[in-house]
């Protein structure tokens, strides 16, 4: 028996930071990314940046970091096995939001906080995913509209934006931290439609005092395992029921627009944390997007189709290493114009030196999840693009038909998928409602939250004949004959 180990706490030197910043939705991601950043910021440069997570949902994350003092630990993985570890203590404590919605309006409403983050993933928005627009139908939002306490995160940002507004103080900044493109516009927006309608005042104040800046986030962050934080405790003799994995690499880029009234204390000193601050975010989303994302979704439903666990263990597979180069060399590459100085084949090359890390297990099925709110900004827009300039996308449309093979919840063993998404009941009744290959692009193509009338016109053709050939060839055989 182990002997028992010493529990991870608060170093004597490092009392709790004052905090300056509410993150909205603390997983995994954004304490290997955003938290470390700030607290990269805060050693070098000093102010009062200190973090209160919140749990929009369940307890669990606070119920662990609280044992610990909200200190956790990031563990760093190379591909040769190396593990760097850093203890992270920026965190001031951790709310849940549905067991006191109070609490968390409450400081969201105190002036000493200056920015609210969030990563409450594509589908935390309540957005219609083809028009950006607040989703009003939405059952939470519906909720939040004739309720003071909140579910939804823009019921947080908004009511609280409200409180500061009636206490005449200046609204925060809200950072979003999601893979959505242009993504502080598009929280603006749902801020604003949520607003006007809860009271049209409030909403043309936030319209003129509110910032919104996009951000691009980068770092890949598998989920931690329970035999991962047993495996950890042992390896570094200390006991740490939240460590986060990662890889090493991470770029945050950072609209440098932060409410003025704040003047030079509106943020932490971000670019001396390597967080690089510019006047458009737009060219570096596109590229991480649609270069990454498109390629990992794309990855995930063909490779877990054809039996692969993880990405690294798709890319290993040479069939399905020549198919990711290709999508970025003939489909993605064509589609955008990089940003200034930046070397697309030179940014594919690192791509796939990230994706073929073995230490990072990072599965199919977690990055499958949500397809629904992730498709459009990672695949759609691409093939748009190239539809418009008369390209043909035979990769990106094959990954279109995989994830509607991997939403008809069963694989190609005939094994029952567990299908994560918003949309999964309907998505699901909609494909075992049709018969023939065609039929069920056609009855999937109809979701106007994710195609529109007009794209999904043009992709009825080369989809069906996409699916019809990826279930009688099989996954990984179809991605062969398309590479
Ligand atoms: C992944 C992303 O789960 C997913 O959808 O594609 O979380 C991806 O790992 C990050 O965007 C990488 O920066």
Known sequence: MPAKLERLGRSKDHPKPKSGVVHLGLG???????????????????????????????????????????????????????????????????????????????????????????????????????????????????????????????????????????????????????????????????????????????????EAEGRFPSTMVDRITPATKPEDVERLAQKIGIRDEAPVLCEPFRQWVVEDDFVPAYGADAYPDLAAAGVEMVSDVTPFERMKLRMLNGTHSSLAYLGYLAGHETIAETVADPVFAGFAKRLWQEEIMPSFNPPEGVNLADYADALFERYSNPAIRHRAWQIAMDGSQKLPQRILGTIADNLAAGRASPGLMLAVAAWMRYVGGVDEKGQPIEVKDPLADRLRGLSDAAETPAEKVAALLSVREIFSADLAAQLLEPVSHSYEKLCRLGARQAVEDVT
């Open 28 to 206: 995994a991601f954004f304490r290997a990314f955003g938290a470390i950043y700030i607290d990269d910021a805060v050693r070098v440069s000093g102010g009062d940046w200190g973090i209160v997570g919140v749990s929009l949902q369940s307890p669990g994350t606070r119920d662990k970091l609280a044992l610990q003092d909200f200190v956790y630990t990031t563990v760093s993985q190379d591909p040769d096995g190396g593990e760097t570890f850093r203890k992270v203590e920026i965190l001031e404590t951790v709310l849940v939001a549905p067991e006191d919605p109070e609490a968390v309006l409450a400081r969201m409403a105190d002036p000493a906080i200056r920015i609210v983050t969030l990563t409450v993933t594509e589908k935390g928005y309540c957005h219609d995913p083809a028009t950006g627009r607040l989703n009003f139908s939405h059952p939470d939002i519906a909720h939040d509209l004739k309720n003071a306490k909140p579910k939804t995160a823009i019921g947080y940002l908004v009511r609280a934006l409200q409180r500061r507004r009636d206490a005449g103080d200046p609204p925060f900044t809200v950072l979003t931290c999601d893979n959505l493109p242009e993504n502080g516009k598009l929280v603006r927006g749902v801020v604003l439609d949520f607003a006007r309608e809860l009271d049209p005042s409030l909403a043309a104040w936030i």
